[in-house]
């Protein structure tokens, strides 16, 4: 499975982004999927996951400011950041999600999202 990220830049606070993930080698429709980022010297989190029924689950610090969806007819699952924070700035990847509410596959290059006035 190859995940391949972007849409990532620099943005300054308050602005918007919009990233884009496709998923190649899997079958795309049946499997949650997820974003998730690291900023230097943490971990790394989830952000926000989309089933393949389109129900949503996101992290607290992001809600009502990220939207994920997805495209199955293009194996591909965005994020729209809006109200940019600096605290959002970080690495940030996709991932199919397992059963166990883990990520299944390896990590893709990620795309840098760096919040600055």
């Known amino acids: 499975v190859q995940l391949v990220e972007s849409g990532g830049g620099l943005v300054q606070p308050g602005g918007s982004l919009r990233l884009s993930c496709v998923v190649s080698g899997s079958i795309f429709s049946i499997f949650t999927l997820g974003w998730y980022r690291q900023a230097p010297g943490a971990q790394r989190e989830s952000v926000a996951q989309i089933t393949d029924t389109g129900r949503t689950n996101y992290q607290d610090s992001v809600k009502g400011r990220f939207t994920i969806s997805r495209d199955d007819a293009k194996n591909t699952v965005y994020l729209q950041m809006n109200s940019l924070k600096p605290e959002d700035t970080a690495v940030y990847y996709c991932?199919?999600?397992?059963?166990?509410?883990?990520?299944?596959?390896?990590w893709g290059q990620g795309t840098q999202v760096t919040v600055s006035s």
């Open positions: 991932n199919r999600v397992g059963s166990s509410g883990y990520p299944l596959d390896g």
